[in-house]
């Protein structure tokens, strides 16, 4: 039986003592304005025991974190047919990703970049009756937890400044793969983004991965296949260019966000979310993936 | 002395019986609506005598041939830091556009593709008091005509599906090559791309392509050294990814737009502008690319 | 307790059935004789019970299955310095694998492609004294077995042949990342690719990876984390461009070859190679991609 | 009447007193010997008209220049045949050479870049007894002078660090094109690239370009059409990534080559040849560039 406690301890001493905690993701003015000593961790195993060390209680902002929960929402409503409008492989380089778009016409390489998050954003708005509202309630229903909320300035300040994500949306619409406005689906996809939650809260949700689809309070949410599906696709392309790396050196399907939170898990034994707002030069928390890599090498533990 | 009159009789004739006339652009819906059985030439030569054939006094919409315009307004303005902003490097190819943009941060390729295009439009607004209206009466100017004007309706159908055009502006804003919001710039750009004109109407706006920057009214609005530039311009990025075919088989410097239009001209000799409506896979007027080859394989005429 | 052998039974009788069995690879001659109607499994779990159902023992051209021995022969001799001559993320797509070499000037993304293959070649050849005959030893020795042997018809037909090697090894050269000849290297590399064995044969050599690198005569080839990592990028990296569909639609590292063979395993638990020597058109085996998605759906055990 | 030898003798001081020459190239060893403060111009009006400055006698390895001979001697022997296997489209961008191969399935963009040219000389070894000897002959022919001759040693430089080269040769190959073996074919395209001229040379044998394809002893090379088109070349794809820059400040059409030659023209007027060894970053003379460039604004000679 492994240590959990003593392991999130010595993490968090190592993490204390780092010299370089990166850099704050600075393109979204409201990010910026984030203390970079935080760091938190906290670990949920299958028997729902909680470990955590650190500000693991503070809220950021998780951003890209939020497309595995998008993902999950429009797979449970359309399931297989999902994939008419986005593919399943890696995006493999940070040069080209809207070239990737023209090349492959407008099919997204995966749901867990941008365009491909955009287009799933599309499908729940297509969906939904209230988008915004039915998809806070789907997190807050998983999360069993109602104060979860999105940071309106934080939303406002994406659509002032997300000129890229613009560019992508346009783009998409252009090869007819975007249903609605622009603007409606942006407007959507900047508050999934813009989502405030805890490590803790973040590890409880992500409880029905390592679940076969049933979270803490053993509602179901996805099915077997599905949950070993979106675990597959967090392996291959949770970590924007740095996917490889992270599944090399850290061993665990998982997903990054430009806030400085990570989430990762091991299927059938446990989910861990940890925080610290200094990015590497990836994009990833930088003490967030040296906490996950000492994680898995002192404890052993992971899918390989 | 070449008979002009004797050889735009016989294109107009070869171009009767041609079988294949190509497609109409579609993607705008108001290009659509055009009888694809037109076709009009019309060429100025340097002592100002008059040649035509076919429906060479019939409006049509410019296009991309506004590019022309628009340069060489920028370029009056402010000369040489407009190549702060955007190459002069032929494109290359038609995959990469959007990608282009992202391998070279922002500075297209260009100034007579669209993201290029876009960057010119920017710098128009900034530095014009009433952007749409001065850059009207330029080219009303250097045509010598009143009479040319916008249309609204191809500028409004080109703003409800320019989502690729949206792209590259956002793109451009992603980097900061764009000072004004999209929404401004696109207002700009859809519009000079909706100015409908003539054969005889265009010859007479590139006589001082031919004339050192003097238009047919003998008052100078671009330099020697410009005139050249542009006209370099022209030869090697005037017909997207077909401007070295056209160099290759016609030899002369132009621009082409998916109205249907083909401007071309041989320095210190003549200005010539074809339209047919449907056009070749490239994008580019199948009679015109044919009536400007014919052209210029029976008088011997090109720069080369 | 699975009943391995049931289901292996199961997946015998549903490829018996398929129509489609793919297309036989016949860029390289020699590999075009071989009969399509072929099909073998082979299980081997971690208690070292066998598992069979076809053409088991037949032997096959096992072409970049070779790539996982060469890697794993490299990591033992070097360990982390491998990492500085070649990366470990997913290439990403099928359109650029040369061109990726130029942006990223002569790094490739991972050992399992060809240019990254081919750099771990150079590496052996350095290292190995006599080069091909210690990397037999090396399998032979993985697999316990002294009669694995190279086809050197296979290995001239590709010789003469692999036009594409030649580019890249060439490519590399140009980026001064290869230390020895391109014949030199080309000869060893296309030497591994021609390694014939059976199902049975690949599935022994895998059992260090399902055993914390220790082969199955309890020799230690490889420390726990090197077979990590291993394990990493034959799931990132393993399938060409269906790596994430792999992972997505069977959840177990692997690797796959043009002669139609797949091998790939769940740690802990049981390594499998499958072959049929029809392709799917992204070259892997139809029916043995086929084979071990029913494989992983029926016994339910992924690492997801 | 321009007084060209003036020109040239003002062009020559300002050279001289140049502090940046550029860099020599030094991937070739053989090259890397020169003396970078050489500086010689020799121009060649159409009433055949000598005017030089500077070290116009002294030879030097001509390299890329000599594609222009290899593509005159093709389409002298199979005409238009020549484009289905070449395309004479602008390249574009420096990123991706052989990537735009692979996009283009083996078509080159175009004669004047490295794998357009490895074509030409594949169809010269094809249709020529002795390729090198008959190739050699044609250059003397139309120089009228049997001393050029090849350079054995940079040519065999050239075949031992010419890896790029290699794997361009490869790739053609890969995609069925290229006829005859990859050693033949980079052979013959080492030693044309080894062709040692003076600028006095290089304008002789380019005099049939501004002649309507006669040489200066009235031999008829090319016919009329020939010309313009190898001319247009030269103009769109003649100076790397680079073209459309010189036809911007230069306005002629023309080939450099990375021994520090650059020959350019304008059609029934002049050609001229600068040589200096000092390269620009993107590979051609500085030097010869400035030259060229002050020579056009000088004269206003250009073909815009």
Chains 1, 2, 3, 4 share one sequence.
């Not at 994939?83 to 070239?99: I, T």
């Amino acid at each position: 039986m492994v240590d959990f406690q003593s392991v999130l301890d010595a993490i968090k001493e190592t993490t204390d003592k780092a010299k370089d905690r990166g850099q704050i993701a600075d393109y979204i003015p409201e990010l910026a304005n984030v203390d970079m000593h935080k760091f938190g961790i906290h670990l949920l195993d299958l028997e729902q025991h909680n470990f955590s060390a650190g500000n693991s209680n503070e809220r950021f902002s998780i951003q890209s974190i939020s497309k595995v929960y998008t993902l999950s929402m429009a797979m449970g409503l359309i399931g297989e047919k999902l994939w008419e409008r986005v593919d399943v492989e890696p995006s493999g380089d940070p040069f080209n990703h809207l070239s990737l778009l023209e090349l492959e016409k407008g099919i997204p390489r995966n749901p867990l970049i941008n365009p491909g998050a955009i287009v799933v954003a599309d499908i729940l708005v297509s969906l939904l009756d209230h988008p915004k509202e039915d998809f806070l309630a789907f997190v807050r229903n998983i999360a069993g937890d109602n104060m979860i909320d999105y940071d309106e300035k934080i939303a406002a300040s994406e659509k002032l400044t997300g000129f890229h994500n613009y560019a992508a949306a346009n783009l998409l619409k252009s090869y007819n793969n975007l249903e609605n406005d622009v603007e409606t689906v942006l407007d959507f996809y900047f508050h999934q983004c813009s989502l405030t939650m805890s490590c803790a809260e973040l590890a409880n949700t992500f409880y029905m991965f390592i679940n076969n689809g049933k979270c803490r309070k053993n509602n179901t949410f996805l099915t077997k296949g599905q949950v070993k599906r979106i675990n597959a696709l967090m392996l291959t392309c949770g970590f924007y260019d740095e996917a490889g790396e992270f599944a090399f050196e850290v061993g665990l399907p998982g997903k990054s966000g430009v806030g400085g939170g990570i989430v990762a898990l091991l299927p059938n034994k446990f989910c861990v979310a940890a925080w610290s707002p200094g990015l590497n030069d990836k994009g990833n928390s930088k003490l967030g993936m040296l906490a996950l890599e000492k994680l898995t090498t002192e404890t052993e533990l992971s899918i390989f």
